[in-house]
C-alpha cells in the first residue's frame, strides 16, 4: 500500500476516480491565538495491490510537535476493505476528508498523521504562524 498523495488543501474531490485538488497549503497565518480554520480538506490517493487485499484501518490524527491531538474527536477512525480483481496488478483510490473548524491553540508546526494497520504511512506537515510576529520582524530588519 502507498499513499501517493496527501496534501491538505481548500477543496478536493473524486470524480470517477480522478482527484481535483484546488488550493494546496501548508502554512495557516494568523494575529490572534488559537487559530481556527474554518474548513479545508485532506486529500489522500493511495495505490494498492494484490498484497494488500484484506481488511485494513485507518486512522488520521492531527498533532502539535509534542504528539497531542488537537481535538479530542480524533483519531478519525475508517476500516479499509481492499479487494483486488485477479486481473488487475494495482488499483488507485481517492479518500478526501472534509475537515471543519481545525483550531490551533498556538503558533508552531503541526501534522497530519495517516496510519494504516496502525504504521505511520504518511506525515502532512502545517506550520502556524503569528502574523504579527512576522511583521514585527520585518520591522526591525528594516530598521536595521
Given at each position: 500500500?502507498?499513499?501517493?498523495?496527501?496534501?491538505?488543501c481548500d477543496h478536493a474531490a473524486d470524480y470517477n476516480?480522478?482527484?481535483v485538488i484546488s488550493g494546496t497549503f501548508e502554512t495557516l497565518a494568523g494575529r490572534e491565538f488559537?487559530?481556527?480554520h474554518p474548513s479545508c480538506c485532506l486529500a489522500l490517493r493511495i495505490c494498492v495491490t494484490p498484497e494488500d487485499a484484506g481488511e485494513h484501518k485507518m486512522e488520521?490524527?492531527?498533532?502539535?510537535?509534542?504528539?497531542?491531538?488537537?481535538?479530542?474527536k480524533m483519531p478519525m477512525k475508517a476500516n479499509?476493505?481492499?479487494?483486488?480483481?485477479?486481473?488487475?496488478?494495482?488499483?488507485?483510490?481517492?479518500?478526501?476528508?472534509?475537515?471543519?473548524?481545525?483550531?490551533?491553540?498556538?503558533?508552531?508546526?503541526?501534522?497530519?498523521?495517516?496510519t494504516v494497520d496502525g504504521e505511520l504511512m504518511s506525515r502532512v506537515p502545517i506550520r502556524v504562524v503569528d502574523v504579527n510576529k512576522i511583521e514585527q520582524e520585518k520591522q526591525a530588519q528594516a530598521k536595521g
Open positions: 500500500m502507498d499513499i501517493q498523495i496527501a496534501t491538505l476516480g480522478k482527484m488559537p487559530v481556527v488520521i490524527s492531527i498533532i502539535d510537535e509534542d504528539g497531542k491531538k488537537i481535538d479530542p479499509f476493505p481492499v479487494e483486488m480483481p485477479d486481473s488487475i496488478s494495482f488499483l488507485s483510490r481517492n479518500i478526501v476528508l472534509n475537515l471543519h473548524g481545525l483550531k490551533f491553540e498556538k503558533e508552531g508546526v503541526y501534522f497530519a498523521d495517516i
